[in-house]
């Protein structure tokens, strides 16, 4: 796709998912529209090997746009960055189409993996403020990852996470159910055992009192 091609779909793009955009020039001041730009030419060197340059491109406009996509990345079409300040995609990330983030977003490694150790985001995912998207594991279509989250497994597709670490709190809009997750009033085997034992005395000592020995 040309350049115009780009802006076209860009302003389309931003004018879908922000109700604050008012004229199209306006585009341009999206800091998004500036790094996945930026992206796309780094990208491409990045794949011809041109690592030094790819790298310069991106670290230069994470310093001017507060986004910071490595070239080695694989981004899909309509990605929107909305305010994007702290925004981190790490280098083995695979982002799908139509997918939107908010600023304080990180997709990246928990520091345990190696090789592809970013996650993989399906087609038409949101992922709200500051939330942080931690291993290699895929992000199902269609879901919606909320603010402040921290994920560290497998979404399926359709679904709403929230919380630290994120749980399915919703799947095709219907609500999960969160008794079979309460931690409170587990079951305690030992303490069973132990109250089992006291009435098998109770009832011992009182043979034991009928004796009259
Ligand atoms: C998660 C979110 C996308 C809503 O998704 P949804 O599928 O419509 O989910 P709901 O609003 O029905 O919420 C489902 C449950 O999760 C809870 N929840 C929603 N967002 C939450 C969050 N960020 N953290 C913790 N719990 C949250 C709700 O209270 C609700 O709990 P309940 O079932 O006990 O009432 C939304 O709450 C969110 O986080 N939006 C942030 C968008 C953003 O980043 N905006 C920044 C603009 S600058």
Same mark, same amino acid.
């Given at each position: 796709?040309?350049?115009?091609?780009?802006?076209?779909? +860009?302003?389309?793009?931003?004018?879908? *998912?922000?109700? @604050?955009?008012?004229?199209?020039?306006?585009?341009?001041?999206?800091?998004?529209?500036?790094?996945?730009?930026?992206?796309?030419? @780094?990208?491409?060197?990045?794949?011809?090997?041109?690592?030094f340059l790819a790298r310069w491109i991106s670290q230069r406009t994470a310093r001017k746009t507060g986004i910071e996509i490595h070239?080695?990345?694989?981004?899909?079409?309509?990605?929107?960055?909305?305010? #994007? /300040?702290?925004?981190?995609?790490?280098?083995? @990330?695979?982002?799908?189409?139509? !997918?939107?983030?908010?600023?304080?977003?990180?997709? #990246?490694?928990? #520091?345990? +993996?190696?090789?592809?150790? /970013?996650?993989?985001?399906?087609?038409?995912?949101?992922?709200? @403020?500051?939330?942080? !998207?931690?291993?290699?594991?895929?992000?199902? +279509?269609?879901?919606?990852?909320?603010?402040?989250?921290?994920?560290?497994?497998?979404?399926?597709?359709?679904?709403?996470?929230?919380?630290?670490?994120?749980?399915?709190?919703?799947?095709?809009?219907? *609500?999960?159910?969160?008794?079979?997750?309460?931690?409170?009033? &587990?079951?305690?085997?030992?303490?069973?055992?132990?109250?089992? &034992?006291?009435?098998?005395?109770?009832?011992?000592?009182?043979?034991?009192?009928?004796?009259?020995?």
């Amino acid at each position: 796709m040309g350049m115009i091609g780009y802006i076209r779909e +860009e302003i389309e793009i931003i004018r879908e *998912r922000d109700p @604050a955009i008012k004229t199209p020039l306006e585009v341009f001041l999206y800091p998004s529209f500036k790094a996945i730009l930026k992206y796309r030419i @780094a990208h491409k060197l990045y794949m011809r090997q041109h690592y030094f340059l790819a790298r310069w491109i991106s670290q230069r406009t994470a310093r001017k746009t507060g986004i910071e996509i490595h070239p080695g990345a694989t981004i899909g079409r309509g990605l929107f960055i909305d305010h #994007g /300040h702290g925004v981190i995609i790490g280098e083995t @990330a695979v982002v799908g189409n139509n !997918v939107t983030l908010f600023q304080g977003v990180t997709l #990246g490694g928990n #520091g345990k +993996e190696k090789g592809k150790r /970013h996650p993989t985001i399906g087609d038409n995912v949101m992922i709200s @403020a500051g939330a942080k !998207v931690l291993g290699s594991f895929k992000i199902g +279509e269609n879901s919606k990852i909320g603010a402040g989250s921290v994920v560290l497994s497998e979404v399926p597709p359709n679904s709403t996470v929230v919380g630290v670490p994120g749980r399915v709190v919703k799947r095709d809009n219907v *609500r999960v159910p969160q008794a079979d997750m309460e931690q409170i009033n &587990l079951p305690d085997p030992v303490l069973n055992d132990i109250q089992q &034992l006291k009435k098998e005395i109770e009832i011992l000592k009182e043979k034991i009192g009928g004796l009259n020995v």
